[in-house]
């Protein structure tokens, strides 16, 4: 009679170590790490990457020299660009995640009840299953996400350009307020020494006191006019500060109102042209374009079930009642050794059918916002270069000629009001002329200062850039 145990005493049982055969399983299913399908830098700390803010530092290395340490500040302190760079890091970081194995399954089962077979009782059990996605699933989940990531990188590039916009118009909107508020300070001493001038009239009896009260009452609304100023001043200064994360009441260095050399300005359809080679919003729909074409690909895949390799090992204890002990069976107590193969049934076609159709409208959807895109650039860019051509004009009207003439209309309301031919009120109505005219030319520079900052922000490169300004 055979016996793996002469004696018929559990007991006396010799302690069997796990089979070689079971360790290897464990290794090779993933109970001990390995690194199967990982990438070459797998175990290595991923750095970080430069921060790139793209277009925008072009637009910061041209901006006016008073305006470019302003403009730096907001690229590196605006907190809601901290947090789309946190966004971009963290999508970058969740490839190596998303394109690893999913973990295996490890179970442990421990029998209260014992289940009597014919070679003995069964103690325990372990068991470890790993499932394997269908070959090019991870590539193309890694290939996604890796699309996903560019394009949270150019996300932080596009809001880093209109910021940096931003923040250009409303520089030249604060050098504005300083050239108006300039601009009443000297018709305000302009007006005081009318008022002087009106009351020694007056005193000698040759003036009005009329005229005297109505040049008080100019210089009143004058003052109200800059406390108005102000006010502006501090609204702008609150959302000036609100991008670059400082405080409102800081001193901003302001450039001066100064007008670039006039050079030629491209048409519309090339700054199009330029604005969808440079902008980062195009680069980013096409990266989400490669995601979109990932995911179609992806779910075409769901087709190809993934497979599931599991081991099972079970410690089985020789039998102890009187006839396994009187006679006992070939194999007595020894170990149960299983392997399994499981693989999901997509029966349920109509669910595989909608993932494909999904992803493929939404892959559509993405390369429709090229288009739109497209659209947009185009019609921003011709309503910057209408406004543009306009202010052109109107500036050059104003300086070359209202200007020319209010100042001698006020040089002849003077000498004829210190001949006593005319009134104060002529006077101030000369004043006045000349007083909007410089408020409309100041008015009208800050508006082509904007514009201009505005195209190159919509172009996404500055205009002294571009290959027709280059040679």
């Given amino acids: ?114 289940p009597e077979t014919r070679v003995g009782p069964q103690r325990w059990s372990v068991s470890v299953q790993q ?23 150019l996300m932080v590039e596009a809001r880093a350009l209109e910021l940096v916009t931003e923040a250009r118009a409303l520089l030249w909107e604060l050098s504005y307020l300083d050239a108006q508020e300039e601009i009443l300070g000297a018709d305000r001493a302009t007006l005081q020494r009318y008022e002087e001038l009106a009351r020694a009239r007056y005193a000698s009896g040759v003036g009005l006191q009329q005229a005297v009260i109505k040049l008080q009452a100019e210089i009143t609304r004058l003052d109200e006019h800059l406390v108005d100023l102000q006010a502006r001043r501090r609204s702008m200064g609150a959302r000036l500060a609100a991008l670059r994360g400082g405080a409102a009441d800081d001193v901003v260095p302001l450039p001066a109102l100064e007008l670039p050399a006039p050079s030629r300005l491209p048409s519309l359809a090339e700054l199009t042209a330029e604005a969808l080679a440079t902008r980062p919003e195009v680069a980013r729909t ?75 409208a939404q892959r559509s959807a993405t390369e429709e916002g090229l288009e739109v895109l497209a659209v947009a650039f185009e019609r921003d860019l011709g309503d910057l270069l209408a406004r543009l051509e306009g202010a052109e004009r109107q500036l050059e009207l104003i300086e070359d000629l209202l200007i020319v003439q209010a100042e001698e209309s006020l040089r002849s309301a003077e000498a004829a009001y210190a001949a006593g031919s005319v009134g104060a009120l ?46």
């Fill in 1 to 114: 009679m055979s016996s793996s145990n002469p004696t018929g005493d559990p007991s006396r049982r010799r302690a069997r170590p796990i089979p070689a055969a079971i360790l290897a399983s464990l290794f090779v299913l993933g109970f001990v790490p390995v690194p199967i399908g990982a990438r070459a830098e797998t175990g290595t700390e991923r750095e970080e990457p430069a921060r790139v803010d793209g277009p925008a530092i072009g637009l910061i290395a041209t901006a006016h020299p008073d305006a470019a340490p302003l403009l730096r500040e907001v690229l590196a302190r605006n907190p809601e660009l901290a947090r789309l760079r946190a966004e971009a890091l963290a999508a970058e970081a969740a490839i190596a995640g998303i394109a690893s194995w999913p973990d295996p399954m490890a179970s442990l089962t421990a029998f209260a009840l014992t």
């Fill in 131 to 153: 499932r394997f996605p269908w070959f090019g699933k991870l590539a193309l989940r890694e290939q996604q996400a890796a699309a996903r990531a560019v394009a949270a990188r």
């Fill in 286 to 360: 096409r990266a989400l374009i490669d995601a979109a074409d990932a995911a179609v690909e992806l779910a075409k895949k769901e087709y190809r079930p993934d497979l599931s390799l599991g081991v099972a090992y079970t410690a089985v204890s020789g039998r102890d009642d009187a006839m396994g002990r009187l006679s006992p069976p070939e194999g007595n107590g020894d170990d149960i050794l299983g392997f399994s193969l499981s693989v999901p049934l997509p029966v349920w076609r109509r669910r595989l059918e909608s993932g494909v159709e999904s992803a493929a």
């Fill in 426 to 471: 002529d006077l101030l109505d000369a004043e006045r002329t000349l007083l909007d005219a410089r408020i409309s030319a100041a008015r009208l520079r800050a508006d082509l200062l904007v514009t201009l900052s505005r195209i190159e922000g919509a172009v996404g490169a500055p205009l002294a850039s571009l290959p027709e300004n280059q040679q």
